[in-house]
């Protein structure tokens, strides 16, 4: 349409800006919030049916702010107030008795008992791990925290401030697991970590500091300034070879060999340098791969063997696909070589990966054994959660992706697995797993039993992962894949780097909502008689050198907090990853 | 559709773009047909383009037009006959497939950046998994590019932070950063604000005078008047009319396209 002829004196021409003015007063601030959402309801009395309304609105908001304070006044009664907090060691349960019970208390006194909490914790924790093996854990424990303090304070604007506190909290650890246990071996984790801030510094930081690139958003603190590096250098490596030494020297007093206990520490001092000064990648690529073998190889005792003619074939088979790959590629069997080379060679390389994991956990390593049926506690809640977690997620991926697969064979394959898994009960594939499984195996395969459990929950989960994957993936425009696709990325990049990392952003709640049912579920595997933080708790009630009332309510507040506080940390965490991943759909 | 007419008004005294055309085919299309689902979408489509040609696409929505340029580089699947692209012949092998997509670069309607990558990222994430370019390579090319369509200074924010001419000139960037030897639009210009049509027009006529072979699908009938080579005329899945723009326009021939252009033009 061509421009219209406005002429005339019916126009207006606006000749001055109109003002930008504040929000009315009671629109904003503490006063404001007040009003509108508890006062505004209730303060209409111009007609008696208003006056009526607002009249009902009083009473329920007194009647619930009523309730709501007896409610909490008797949680934090329990909790707080009336809580006996210390008491002596050998008062047992007379410390929380009241006097019709035989104790001290007045008669209606009601209260937790934390002493009992105090004397039982290593229990509720470790379960019946052997106590003197108990640093093998710790250690676990320690590296795990560290490696998702890490890679959940992504984006820190300080690298120094975060090593500094990551410092702290080690020696302070160590210093706590000294005082707690009497082991040097707490003072050695705090040393080492000194080694791995030395050795990772020194072959990370250049290259790691130069291509991270947050470093492009804005200049960053660096570990240390430049002008001092060579002098900082000389002084960490001589830190280091004397450190080292130390470390090492008290192995000579111990059961292991040198040998044994360098194969032992190396991990760890690569794992602390890493944390400390590696960058998120790395760090990730680590809590992935090494960290896994590692905890698995401490908490067992390694040394799982597998036959030596078993490892020759196994090896012979790995160098067949990896020799047909790599020939095939280069056209030595034609075409169908050619179109199969790839296949083979991934297939080798990942054959070639677990045969060296294979061989690594062969190694004995001078650790003493330690069956899965002592374990128990806060740790068999983490194992089981932890790995649930970790692999449900990419399997859950796999299977969206197959579940919208165009190939059939895949769709239905998918279509199966999810809608069985997400078909029976939890408690239905645990026992199933416990009980079932071991009449369709042959007599002589032991298959450990929370292992069982484990692969139960992961493929529980994952299907239920699944689903909340498609959602996102059925929430991405067509025109995202059509321009991966028209830029000539294929399938697996396409998925891979644009339409997944859009999809999975758009589904964290579910994500993680998934994730906190997993890791509440871990309580059902008391059925088939593993003990997580609940069975622990439950065990512990039945030890009668404490019985007194209100021993039950205390272990059950106690495992109520432990569990809500993991789940509101995960909690937190995706509503801070949403955040933080919103940036890209600004405006 | 106000910038239209105008630009059809001015343009009739403007120079014309010196045709690139050589004799090298690029595109060739040999009785091409395709359905979706009982409805027969291209109908006997016979089509060759020559290396450095301009082509307009051009005629009433659900023609077909979209759908053909889409079977170029494979988002549609057409039925029978052949789309030979650069020699290639395009089938089911998804070799051939990825090596045509790297051979032809794509603009869309509704710009498909992707939302979750700075526009950097955006130009530079195909160069360097497809093309294997070091990330240093790949940024440059990328910011010659964005210097290229006039807005280097938006490379660090998200597509989301400009505005939709904006948004389709990065797509443009990011099509041309994988080097392609042909370029195909589909309606880049239809989703957006007047004002800002003219900035995406003024970059594909900056590209059309590089030489590159290109294939628009378009109702800018100035944009068609300046740079194309060739106009066709689609309607219900055939190629109605082809011949050159100041032809087309002036002296159409059948009379579906004499009531094309009377709809188009005539306001």
Redesign the interface.
Known sequence: ???GDQSGGVGFVRTEEAPLLPPPRNQSGLVGWLWRNLFQSMSNFSTPGAAAQSGAMILVTVSVAYFAYVQIAAFLGFAVFQAVWVADDDAKRLACATVAQGGQLPREWFGACYPFVSAKWKFLIYYNYPPAELWRVNVVFLLGALGVARLVAEAVPNRASVGAALVVAGVGYGLLVQELFGETFGVRVGVQMLIGIGLLYMLLRDRDLASDPQQ?DGPRAPLFSRGRDQVIRLVLMALVIGVAVVSVAPAFSGDRSVLQEVALQTPMLLMTGALLVGSNRVVGAMMLTLFPLYALILLTGGHFETGGAALVVWALATLAFLAAGWFGRRGAFGEVGEALGGSAWTIGLISAALLGVAVVLGVDLGLDPVPTSSWGGLMVTLVVAVVGIVFSLPLGVLLALGRRSSLPAVRYLSIIFIEFWRGVPLITVLFMSSVMLPLFLPEDVDFNKLLRALIGVMLFAAAYQAEVVRGGLQAI?K??F?????????YW?MMA??VL??AL?LVIPGIVNTFIGLFKDTSLVLIISLFDLLGAVQAALTDSEWAVPVQASTGYLIAAAIFWIFCFGMSRYSLFMEQK?R????? | MQGLSDGLVADQSASRQASAATDEVAIEMIGLNKWFGQFHVLRDINLTVRRGERIVICGPSGSGKSTLIRCINRLEEHQSGRIIVDGVELEEDLKKIDEIRRDVGMVFQSFNLFPHLTILDNCTIAQRKVLQRPKREAEEVAMRLLERVKIPEQAMKYPGQLSGGQQQRVAIARALCMEPNIMLFDEPTSALDPEMIKEVLDTMVDLASTGMTMLCVTHEMGFAREVADRVIFMDQGQIMEENEPEAFFTNPQSDRSRLFLSQVLGH
Request: aromatic share 0%; charged share 20%.
């Open positions: 349409m061509a421009s492009k425009p025109g995202q059509e321009g991966a696709q028209a830029l000539g990325l294929g990049r780097l644009i990392p859009q952003t991943l940036k890209g759909r600004a405006r």
